[in-house]
């Protein structure tokens, strides 16, 4: 999609059962200006990919559960 085709698209802030492009979730991480992040996901090939700022084993495990907790909320509370 070009830039001006972008021009005219309107970001809405809903649950979603579609699949969200992967350059749109992380350009909106880059613009929330995070101080920790973590990537997980698969690439085209189904390789498994693991990244992460923090360097602590403990802060990872941790991010990821508040992931998981957020996560089931928003699930629940879409019910």
């Known amino acids: 999609m070009s830039a001006a085709d972008k021009s005219n698209v309107v970001i809405l802030d809903v649950v979603t059962c579609l699949p969200i492009p992967v350059e749109r979730i992380l350009n909106a ?40 907790h957020k996560q089931m909320q928003v699930t629940i509370d879409d019910e």
Not at 30 to 39: G, P, R
Not at 45 to 53: H, V
């Open 29 to 68: 991480a880059l613009e929330a200006d995070l101080d920790t992040v973590m990537v997980v996901g698969y690439d085209k090939n189904g390789k498994f990919y693991f990244a992460g700022s923090d360097p602590s084993a403990p802060n990872k495990v941790w991010l990821l559960e508040m992931g998981i």
